[in-house]
T-cell receptor, first 117, second 111 residues
Framework: GAVVSQHPSRVICKSGTSVKIECRSLDFQATTMFWYRQFPKQSLMLMATSNEGSKATYEQGVEKDKFLINHASLTLSTLTVTSAHPEDSSFYIC?????????????FGEGSRLTVL | QKEVEQNSGPLSVPEGAIASLNCTYSDRGSQSFFWYRQYSGKSPELIMSIYSNGDKEDGRFTAQLNKASQYVSLLIRDSQPSDSATYLCAVNHSGYSTLTFGKGTMLLVSP
């Protein structure tokens, strides 16, 4: 299957700082990438849809000014958690779809575990 | 509203048995169906996809789709302890939207 690389896999930061997470499609181009958040023992929660060259679409209840998404190329999307607080500690996962396929499967990055102290 | 329902489990089976995981979906326009496996602390991994009614086999895994009943299932033959994970059912209505995920079924395979 297609490979999606996510970095960093783990990050610990102090409250009030900003953290950037990168998501790259390594062997395909993705016009759309998706960002999810998952709290322990809970299901995936879609945060936003990242569109190459345009503004991201955020799900209801997700603060766009806090979770900044940039999708500058067909292979890279970034999520920046601004002014992080302990309640932002979670597992953040990106996924991408190959723009050349129409079958709809998503491929996931390895995830980034954020701990805010 | 598109919904995907799964029994949260845990589903416990002994090693070597067949594990049967089930999923129902609400949107009749759904076209593509996927099963992902997620180990604890890891991200989901695509293990099966199915697009038409019937069965699709891949190694020990068989996906079954019944669009009339809006039902999709995953059978795991000769279950191994390494199959212990949460299995997510995902449904796609169109090729240009995200997938709708079920909450997942936890499978426990005991040695």
């Amino acid at each position: 299957g297609a490979v999606v690389s996510q970095h960093p896999s783990r990050v610990i930061c102090k409250s009030g700082t900003s953290v950037k997470i990168e998501c790259r499609s390594l062997d395909f181009q993705a016009t759309t990438m998706f960002w999810y958040r998952q709290f322990p023992k809970q299901s995936l929660m879609l945060m936003a849809t990242s569109n190459e060259g345009s503004k991201a679409t955020y799900e209801q209840g997700v603060e766009k000014d806090k979770f900044l998404i940039n999708h500058a190329s067909l292979t890279l999307s970034t999520l920046t958690v601004t002014s992080a607080h302990p309640e932002d500690s979670s597992f953040y996962i990106c996924s991408a779809r190959d723009r050349l396929t129409s079958t709809g499967e998503l491929f996931f990055g390895e995830g980034s575990r954020l701990t805010v102290l | 509203q598109k919904e995907v329902e799964q029994n949260s489990g845990p589903l416990s089976v002994p090693e070597g048995a067949i594990a049967s995981l089930n999923c129902t979906y609400s949107d009749r326009g759904s076209q593509s169906f996927f099963w992902y496996r997620q180990y604890s602390g890891k991200s989901p991994e695509l293990i099966m996809s199915i697009y038409s009614n019937g069965d699709k086999e891949d190694g020990r895994f068989t996906a079954q789709l019944n669009k009339a009943s809006q039902y999709v299932s995953l059978l795991i033959r000769d279950s191994q302890p390494s199959d212990s994970a949460t299995y997510l059912c995902a449904v796609n209505h169109s090729g240009y939207s995200t997938l709708t995920f079920g909450k997942g079924t936890m499978l426990l395979v005991s040695p």
